[in-house]
C-alpha cells in the first residue's frame, strides 16, 4: 500500500457520532485536509457541518440513500464507525450495523479504497446477548471478510467530548437530580477508554497502515460505582449516590421505555451492565506509539475543555 498523506482524502461513516465528531478534530489536529464525513443523524449532522465548514459533509442513510458511493472514489482510507448502539427494535441494529456496513464496504471495494479501519467493539468477546451485541458480531465478520486491507479495533465503553450517551448522558443526568441511582451493588467491572486515546489509535493505523485486529480497552479497570463517583467528582454534581435493587431499576427503565420511544437507557443495556466481562488490555501504546491519558486526566479534558467541553449533540 501507498503511504497515506495528509493531503489525501479520508471518509468517515458515522462521522456525526460521538467518535466521528472526536476524530474529525483530531484528524484535523493532525494535519489531514481532505476529510468526507457521512452521517444520517438530521440535526448533529449538520452540527459536524457548522463546526468544520473546511470539511465534506454528506447526509444520508448508508442503509437505504444512495449518491453517496461517489465519495469513496479517490479516497486512500475509509474510517467506518457507523453504529446503532442502542434501541429497542432489532430492525434498527440490522439497517445500521449490518444492512450500512455490507453496503459501505460494496462502495468502498467498487471504488478500489485501498485501506479500512473498523471500529468494532469489545462487545464481540462479551458474555452478553443483546441486539447491540449480536449485531456488532455480524457486522465484524462482513468486514473480516472484506478483501480490503484493514484493521479492526475493538473499544470498550468510549467517552469524551460530544457524548451524548453514555457516560456524557449520566454526567449530565447527575447534575439536574438530587439522587442518582446505582442498580443493585454497582460492583460490576468497566474498562472505560478515552474517545482521545481511541482517535490517536486510529490515526496511528492511519499513518503506520496497521492490519490486523486489536482489543483496545480501557487500561483501568475500576467498578461501574467508582467510574460513576470519578464522573460526580469531575462534574462537581451535588447528586446523592444511591444504590437501589437490581429489580426496581429495571422495573423503573421498562416504565420510562413506555412513554420514550428512543431511551438514553434500556433494560437490555441495564442486563449488559451487570455481565461479568473483563476485556483483555494488550499495549496498544506502545504498539500504537501513543500515551494513554489517565482516567481523571481525560474526565477533565471532557468535561472543561473549553474548545468542545460544552458542546451538546442531540440523543
Same mark, same amino acid.
Given at each position: 500500500? +501507498?503511504?497515506?498523506?495528509?493531503? &489525501?482524502?479520508i471518509v ?33 449532522? #449538520? ?11 454528506? %447526509?444520508? !442513510? ?6 453517496? +458511493? ?9 474510517? +467506518?464507525?457507523?453504529? %446503532? ?21 460494496a462502495a ?10 473498523? *471500529? ?28 480490503? /486491507?484493514? *484493521? $479492526?479495533?475493538? #473499544? ?5 467530548? @460530544?457524548?451524548r450517551k ?13 439522587? @442518582? /441511582? ?41 467498578? =461501574?460505582? &467508582? ?11 451535588? *447528586?446523592? $449516590?444511591?444504590?437501589?435493587? =437490581? ?12 412513554? &420514550?420511544?428512543? #431511551? /438514553? ?11 461479568? !466481562?473483563?476485556?483483555? $488490555? ?11 491519558? #489517565?482516567? !481523571? ?7 472543561? !475543555?473549553?474548545? =468542545? ?7
Amino acid at each position: 500500500m +501507498q503511504k497515506i498523506a495528509l493531503t &489525501d482524502k479520508i471518509v468517515i461513516t458515522g462521522a456525526a457520532g460521538l467518535i466521528g465528531q472526536n476524530l474529525v478534530v483530531r484528524l484535523k489536529d493532525a494535519g489531514f485536509t481532505q476529510i468526507v464525513g457521512i452521517d444520517k443523524h438530521p440535526t448533529n449532522t #449538520p452540527a459536524l457541518r457548522a463546526m468544520h465548514p473546511d470539511i465534506t459533509v454528506i %447526509q444520508a !442513510d448508508l442503509a437505504r440513500d444512495d449518491g453517496w +458511493q461517489d465519495s469513496f472514489k479517490g479516497a486512500a482510507a475509509l474510517i +467506518q464507525m457507523h453504529a %446503532q448502539i442502542g434501541g429497542l427494535e432489532w430492525s434498527e441494529f440490522v439497517d445500521n450495523n449490518i444492512t450500512a456496513t455490507e453496503r459501505v464496504l460494496a462502495a468502498a471495494q467498487a471504488a478500489d479504497v485501498p485501506y479500512l479501519v473498523h *471500529a468494532s467493539s469489545s462487545v464481540v468477546n462479551s458474555a452478553a446477548v443483546d441486539f447491540y451485541t449480536e449485531s456488532k458480531k455480524a457486522q465484524e465478520k462482513l468486514v473480516a471478510a472484506s478483501p480490503i /486491507p484493514q *484493521a $479492526i479495533l475493538r #473499544p470498550t465503553l468510549m467517552f469524551g467530548w @460530544f457524548d451524548r450517551k453514555h457516560l456524557g448522558w449520566l454526567a449530565r443526568f447527575m447534575q439536574r437530580v438530587p439522587v @442518582f /441511582p446505582i442498580p443493585g451493588s454497582g460492583r460490576y467491572i468497566r474498562q472505560p477508554l478515552y474517545a482521545g486515546d481511541f482517535c490517536a489509535v486510529i490515526t496511528a493505523c492511519l499513518q503506520q497502515q496497521t492490519i490486523g485486529a486489536f482489543n483496545i480497552s480501557g487500561q483501568t479497570k475500576l467498578t =461501574y460505582i &467508582d467510574l460513576i463517583r470519578a464522573i460526580h467528582k469531575a462534574v462537581n454534581a451535588k *447528586a446523592l $449516590i444511591l444504590r437501589i435493587p =437490581y429489580g426496581l431499576f429495571h422495573l423503573l427503565l421498562s416504565v420510562y421505555a413506555l412513554v &420514550d420511544k428512543n #431511551p /438514553p437507557f434500556t433494560t437490555k443495556q441495564l442486563k449488559a451492565l451487570v455481565t461479568p !466481562d473483563e476485556f483483555e $488490555i494488550i499495549d496498544w501504546p506502545g504498539l500504537f506509539g501513543i500515551r494513554a491519558t #489517565p482516567l !481523571d486526566e481525560a474526565l477533565q479534558i471532557t468535561f472543561h !475543555d473549553p474548545r =468542545y467541553a460544552s458542546v451538546a449533540l442531540d440523543f
